[in-house]
């Protein structure tokens, strides 16, 4: 692969905070390999876990392992572990994160060092694999996989999703109760693995640093609803990352009061991501081309911008109760509302799934005129649903294009430019026609 090849899969970004994401992942996998060297805990982790503050209370490096795979398609270097993980006897259907996440690590047991020339030097061996079933079944079943590479213990946790018709306050003390034993249960295995006791006032300190963070992300976020908007999807794809890999450090708190101040200017000042923006579209669910990024930029040529996404979405805002003073209980709780909120408001909507609650209301607030969904072929699990949730955006905004993009997160051999670029012809073409019969009306 050449490096004009490598180059070629990146997008083009709008903001300096967003220019700046390589160094921070290069820094991340930097400190976790170090941590490794100094004898430190590291465990590999999935994200939407709930554990994000238990591990660093506990000092365990966390090491993101989905992350790491998108890294490896980003550079163009997936193929190898893809076929590693297909030669172990793993399908080509699998989770495209965990072919690679499972082709490393048999390269690097079968090799017995790391694999050569790993994107970034490559994840550091762990000390314990920590599962959830928030998302999938390959986001539980993939570290017990590893189970044949590694003598890493696994621990898993099962993160309740409130079904979309259920009675939530009926279900409500149930499940933060439940959640909150998965939690313990969790505490008492790193206890056992680390030798060390769970300090409490500790972790109850960093949950306040990352509801911080997580509200400051939030508010440079909103300001992508002004016309221009400040930032483009191809920011977002890449800003989500000190969020969902580096939330508990104190760089990530600060990093997005950066943002924040960033996209203030550029509003306050009428900086758009275009010089004429004539178009606003949704990335709707839907893991992005991780290989082929740079694909989104061909909607700028048509002045069309993603001034939002429902993928990687920011948490729902949660206010930390003065009551509670148990920080178990208080994961647990935030874990119910933030999984229960969009349950909820379709709910009173009418009855309005939870993911195309997601879209309406993106679809309101951000002004969009027509929506990209990705089809994936190995992410099942942000794939199924579409013709659903295009059903209902065309339910409540009759004749809104809807385009869908067919490829994989990981696999480029799923890609087809032309193709692509095909259908974002037609897609722009109906986008246009749509925005114009509304002016007219």
């Known amino acids: 692969m050449t490096q004009e090849a490598r180059e070629k899969t990146s997008s083009r970004k709008s903001t300096e905070s967003a220019k700046g994401i390589r160094t921070v992942v290069k820094r991340m996998y930097e400190q976790a390999q170090r941590a490794k060297e100094e004898k430190r805990k590291v465990a590999y982790c999935m994200v939407m876990c709930n554990y994000e503050e238990i591990l660093e209370a506990m ?3 966390q090491v993101y392992t989905e992350n790491y795979a ?36 048999a390269m690097r047991h079968e090799l017995g060092a790391m694999p050569p020339d790993a994107p970034d030097g490559g994840m550091p061996d762990p000390d314990m694999l920590l599962g959830c079933s928030m998302g999938c079944d390959p986001r539980w079943k993939w570290y017990q996989a590893l189970g044949r590479y590694t003598d890493a213990p696994v621990y898993n946790i099962e993160v309740l999703m409130p079904p979309s018709d259920a009675d939530m306050d009926a279900i409500r003390e149930h499940s933060v109760r439940y959640m909150a034993e998965e939690l313990r249960g969790l505490i008492a295995f790193l206890e056992e693995q680390t030798g060390r006791k769970m300090d409490y006032d500790r972790l109850m300190a960093i949950i306040r640093q990352v509801e911080e963070t997580r509200w400051w992300w939030q508010e440079a976020y909103e300001l992508r609803k002004a016309i221009p908007t400040p930032m483009s999807t191809q920011d977002h794809f890449v800003l989500f990352v000190p969020h ?3 939330l508990t450090d104190e760089y990530t708190l600060e990093f997005y009061k950066g943002l924040y101040n960033e996209l203030k200017e550029r509003v306050d000042n009428g900086i758009g991501v275009i010089d004429d923006e004539k178009y606003r579209l949704l990335w709707g669910v839907g893991i992005p081309p991780w290989h082929s990024m740079y694909i989104l930029d061909y909607f700028l040529n048509f002045g069309a911008v993603f001034p939002a996404e429902t993928a990687y979405m ?16 208080l994961i647990a709780l935030r874990a119910f509302e933030r999984n229960s909120a969009l ?10 799934p939870p993911l195309a609650q997601a879209h309406l209301e993106r679809i309101r607030d951000f002004s969009i005129d027509g929506v990209v969904m990705h089809v994936t072929r190995s992410c099942r699990a942000s794939t199924m649903g579409q013709i659903l949730v295009r059903n209902v955006i065309r339910d409540y905004y009759p004749g809104m294009p809807v385009m869908f993009m067919e490829s994989d997160i990981v696999d480029v051999d799923t890609y087809s430019e032309d193709e692509a670029k095909n259908r974002i012809d037609t897609f722009m073409e109906m986008v246009s026609a749509y925005k114009s019969k509304g002016s007219a009306a």
């Open 244 to 246: 969902h890999m580096m």
């Open 314 to 329: 920011i948490p729902e805002p949660f206010t930390i109760p003065p009551d509670i003073t148990d920080p178990i209980e």
């Open 70 to 105: 998108g890294l490896c398609a980003v550079k163009r270097e997936a193929e190898q572990y893809q076929a590693k993980a297909r030669a172990e006897g793993y399908s080509d259907l699998l989770c495209g994160y965990a072919q690679v996440g499972i082709g490393f690590d």
């Open 59 to 61: 000092d365990i490096v």
């Open 343 to 352: 349950q909820s408001r379709g709910q009173e909507a009418g009855g309005v």
